[in-house]
């Protein structure tokens, strides 16, 4: 089946620290991979995709590579800032229709 | 950018009563929209597919009669709670999905709501 495990949270980190989100899926077929972002009191965002493997989505200063051989796509930013403070998700489409999503991590950032 | 807005952001009822939730794209014109629930600390667990004009599409183990979802038009659907009880409680979630007919479809962009959180009591 298709499913997305992620870290637990919360994640605590300084500010300027470097960030690893660590997210593995389970897939049928070459499914997209995504990393949404959930700002306190706002619906989910997308933050980066990529569609297929060693793709490396980016956006804000986040990254995550499309690793098939490990089935990992992990998200990584080289130096938070508070306002990055949020909720990921991970996730990924095994079709049009769905999207699949890891349970969520909750990132805080202490100034 | 798109916009998807969600009312209520959160309700309160009592048992045995209904609760309908909108969901509307604010710029585009969404012909799937999706509604998704959330426990908490819990992934978003895909409820039903909406498409407008026509007969939601439930997920195993959701209970049509319970969860009514009407896409009557292309900027809006709803999903109705019939006779809730406590165990409704919960964050419901709605998106809706502007396809792009230039990528593949596995690239197809979801834009979320900001979610409603219905309490029963």
């Known amino acids: 089946g298709n499913s997305v495990t992620q870290m637990e949270g919360p994640v605590t980190l300084s500010e300027e620290a470097f960030l690893t989100i660590n997210c593995t899926y389970t897939a049928t077929g070459y499914p997209s991979l995504f990393w949404y972002v959930q700002y306190p009191g706002e619906g989910l965002q997308l933050l980066l995709k990529a569609t297929k493997a060693d793709d490396k989505g980016s956006n804000k200063g986040f990254e995550a590579t499309y690793r098939k051989e490990t089935t990992s796509f992990h998200l990584e930013k080289g130096s938070v800032q508070v306002s990055d403070s949020a909720v990921y998700f991970c996730?990924?489409?095994?079709?049009?229709?769905?999207?699949?999503f890891g349970s969520g991590t909750r990132l805080s950032i202490r100034p | 950018g798109a916009v998807v807005s969600q009312h209520p952001s959160w309700v309160i009822c009592k048992s045995g009563t209904s609760v309908k939730i909108e969901c509307r794209s604010l710029d585009f014109q969404a012909t799937t929209m999706f509604w998704y629930r959330q426990f908490p600390k819990q992934s978003l667990m895909l409820m039903a597919t909406s498409n407008e004009g026509s007969k939601a599409t439930y997920e195993q183990g959701v209970e049509k009669d319970k969860f009514l979802i009407n896409h009557a038009s292309l900027t809006l659907s709803t999903l109705t709670v019939t006779s809730a009880h406590p165990e409704d409680s919960s964050f419901y979630i709605c998106?809706?999905?502007?396809?792009?007919?230039?990528?593949?479809?596995?690239?197809?962009?979801?834009?979320f709501g900001p979610g409603t959180r219905l309490t029963v009591t």
């Open positions: 998106s809706a999905r502007m396809p792009r007919t230039s990528e593949p479809w596995s690239s197809y962009e979801q834009y």
């Open positions: 996730a990924l489409n095994p079709s049009a229709s769905k999207i699949i």
